[in-house]
């Protein structure tokens, strides 16, 4: 399946002499709209954040699949991206702005970093072993850093869970 | 002034000094004692006023503090290095009032190895919580989240 289907709206219109009725179902419009306009935190710690601002600018460009409103406050974004190290001092804060955020809300861990601390696993006093301490992730992309593609191919795996996921259907906790 | 000027200079105000020269600058080493008194000595006849580096390593059976002193005037460097023996409880002088920017390079010296400084006018933590415990640079240091290679 090809980047672009994944735009076109789940449903279908039956032509009536007025127009059409659309038959859809509400789990899949809901999802549809979600997952094509996820607002990314501004949120960078280290080199994954360079590779990050590559991935929304022109060249890479993420606004083709709804990225491009990057917010600078987490109450406005739906996706933080964690590009780049976290260390013991930056946790907390991370953790304030994950907790900011309004539901629903999204976390990629972009780069090894992230997932497990990656080169500074061992004998570091400084550096939290991935960032799923913290804050539960919903993808993660390694690399160190990934490139723009991989974000992008992470990005797009965030999206095709956002869409097959029961939204009124949630199991309660 | 070169390497071989500089060291001349430097003995004579400092008689106990001690030098290495195999590297690119001149290596001074000096006593722990009277130690601002005689960095203040070589600020004022060396012109050294400029202090690029402060930064200290530990060879665990002592603590080697370094100081890396320019003259923007004549041109030349000067390395400083002094030995700290007291390994369990490092004391030396303060150059703050030599250099202000030595003020935050030694917090980050206390914060990373546990050196004190005398008369240091605001020696806290400067990267580190404030509750933490331990100096992380330190051969010996160890916490719950190291993971030992």
Known sequence: MDVKDKLIFPGQVHETADGGILVTKLDEAINWA????????????????IEMMSAADAKYDWSRFGF??????????????VAGTIVMKMAPVLKRLY????????????????????????????????????IPVDVYIPGCPPRPEALLHGMIALQEKIKNEPYFRKKKD | MNNEDLKIQISQYIPAASYDESGEFLNA??????????????????????????TA????????????????????TLVIKVKITDTANP?????????????????????MFGVHFN???????????????????????????????
């Open chain 1, 34 to 49: 979600r997952a094509n306009s996820l607002w990314p935190l501004v949120f960078g710690t280290s080199c994954c954040a």
């Open chain 1, 68 to 81: 491009e409103v990057a917010r600078a406050s987490p109450r406005q974004a739906d996706l933080i991206i």
């Open chain 1, 99 to 134: 907790d900011q955020m309004a539901d629903p809300k999204y976390v990629i861990a972009m780069g090894a970093c992230t997932i497990s601390g990656g080169p500074f696993f061992y004998n570091t006093y400084s550096v939290v072993k991935g960032v799923d301490h913290i």
């Open chain 2, 29 to 54: 080493f000096l006593p722990l004692e009277n130690f601002a008194e005689n960095m203040l000595l070589l600020r004022q006849k060396l012109q050294l006023d400029y202090l690029f580096c402060l």
């Open chain 2, 57 to 76: 390593i530990d060879w665990k059976d002592h603590i080697a503090m370094v100081y890396h002193l320019l003259s923007k005037q004549q041109k030349h």
């Open chain 2, 91 to 111: 004391t030396m002088d303060s150059v703050c009032g030599i250099w202000k920017t030595a003020n935050y390079h030694e917090r980050e010296v206390y914060d």
């Open chain 2, 119 to 149: 008369a240091h006018p605001d020696l806290r933590r400067i990267f580190l919580d404030e509750d933490w415990k331990g100096w992380p640079l330190r051969k010996n240091y160890e916490d719950e989240n190291m993971i030992a290679l």
